[in-house]
């Protein structure tokens, strides 16, 4: 019996024997998002090899995003039922700027109706539908169906019109006083621009000449623990598989620390990230960003091999917030992480809004700003800038037109993002969001091309329960 199935049936047996149990109504919550999502990227000037691509990238939709969650029946052994339900509208794209690649399985935001390249026509929309049947005993969980995980192996992708999905299940403990225990199994992600279940994967894998042609697996395993080591430290343990493609140790500590008028937030972590199953000697399930004689070769797809170090500090005090980081990625590859091919995060301090800066042999710093201007009196304006500058990356790749073969270790990349936001926060429009986003990347990475890039985001939150 698969994840939907099992999911689907435990909703029909506490639908038929529970219903009416008090627990199961009264505590249930319902949400209707309304999420109006523009973006325009603009491939500047860069290495000519990408010079078929797309020189712009725009579409505009609207998204419909329902939540339910249900409370818990009465009695030791406690069922309920989550669901989501997504919907999203074209509003304005075309075949030449919906950003549809040769190895995509969609453009920017919406599917297409194939994958031919840059004139593949977006949807006029798309949608589904996730279950998720949960049981409780006491302070443990356990999930199963539709999932949106978020921690240091896996998280979910929320940087579109509508958010990203897995299936499979995942059980949460909380008995022992300070200590969380998750542990799950993934076994299909459904794309923020998509409305089907796929196979899971890492860059280089996904795609090949065309997107049919990559390589995924249906097992990601993952467990951890959070440990409160005292009301102010929390020290963390997390565990991840990739069946076939890779295996990464995480260890993280977060401690505040209150420093006169303000409070100074450390977050340190390190991940450990080596190959798994047909990864290590398969070329088909071989990542890109791979290194072994650190750039001197043309050797570009292998194993995975990565060590990342991170730090990075928040200090808080009257509305503002200062922050400085670091990150030091070791090894033969690229640091990896769950990557379809369709839009994907992971949980570095380094996971901007174009880039991810975990690129082999990349040493990364960064500085930010952010501001909320509730402390001179408008709740709900907040704004905020971060600079991130990798270098010493690790590179290989023929450029220009006569498709020179360049080798070395100095790439060099940095990325600069704004954000301004207003939340309504009372009277007849409360929760009416309004965000602007803008990046700038700029690189000398072969075969990648330069981007501006800026999404503009109303969005508005119906509580129907």
Do not use: C
């Amino acid at each position: 019996m698969n994840k939907s199935t099992l999911a689907l049936a435990v909703a029909v047996g506490v639908l038929a024997q529970q219903a009416g149990a008090a627990g199961f109504i009264e505590d249930s919550k319902a949400t209707l998002g309304l999420r109006n999502f523009y973006i325009n990227t603009d491939n500047r000037d860069g290495d000519t090899k990408a010079a078929k691509a797309q020189n712009k990238q725009e579409e505009w939709g609207q998204g419909f995003i329902f939540n339910f969650t249900s409370g818990y029946t009465e009695g030791t052994v406690g069922f309920g039922l989550d669901a989501i339900g997504l919907l999203g509208v074209r509003l304005d794209s075309g075949g030449g700027t919906n950003g549809a690649t040769t190895t995509s399985a969609g453009g920017t935001i919406f599917p297409t109706h194939s994958s031919s390249g840059k004139n593949a026509q977006a949807v006029n929309d798309y949608s589904s539908l996730g279950l998720t049947g949960k049981v409780k005993v006491s302070q443990t969980e356990l999930k199963i169906g539709t999932l949106q995980p978020n921690n240091p192996v896996i998280k979910y992708n929320d940087g579109r019109l509508l958010p990203q999905t897995f299936q499979g299940g995942q059980i949460t403990s909380n008995e022992i006083k300070d200590l969380t225990l998750t542990a799950g199994q993934i076994e299909h992600a459904k794309g923020r621009n998509s409305s089907n279940n796929e196979g899971l994967s890492i860059a280089g894998a996904n795609a090949s000449s065309n997107y049919d042609a990559g390589k995924f697996s249906n097992k990601f395993y993952y467990a951890g623990a959070d440990y409160k080591i005292t009301k102010d430290l929390t020290a963390s343990y997390y565990y991840g598989e990739l069946k076939d493609f890779y295996s990464q140790n995480f260890l993280g500590l977060v401690h505040n620390w209150s420093i006169g008028p303000g409070v100074l937030k450390s977050d340190l972590r390190y991940y450990r990230s080596r190959d798994n199953g047909s990864n290590g000697d398969t070329a088909a399930y071989y990542t890109t960003g791979y290194y072994p004689d650190k750039g001197l070769s043309a050797i570009t797809k292998g194993k995975v091999d990565n060590n990342l170090y991170s730090y990075l500090a928040l200090y808080s005090v009257e509305g503002h917030t200062f922050g400085g980081g670091y990150q030091y990625s070791n090894g033969d590859s690229d640091f990896p992480w769950l990557n379809q091919g369709d839009g994907s995060s992971n949980s570095t301090i380094t996971d901007m809004q174009i880039q991810k800066f975990a690129r082999a042999g990349e040493r990364t710093w960064q500085a930010r700003y952010a501001y909320d201007f509730a402390k001179v009196g408008v709740p709900g304006l907040t704004a905020g800038i971060i600079y991130l500058r990798g270098n010493n990356i690790d590179t290989a790749g023929k450029v220009g037109a006569a498709q020179k073969l360049t080798l070395g270790t100095g790439g060099t990349e940095w990325e600069r993002d704004l954000t301004l936001s207003y939340v309504v926060p009372q009277g007849p429009l409360k929760n009416l969001g309004l965000t602007w986003k803008n990046a700038m990347w700029r690189n000398d990475i072969p075969g990648q091309r330069d981007q501006d890039e800026n999404r503009l985001i109303v969005s508005y939150s119906i509580p129907l329960k």
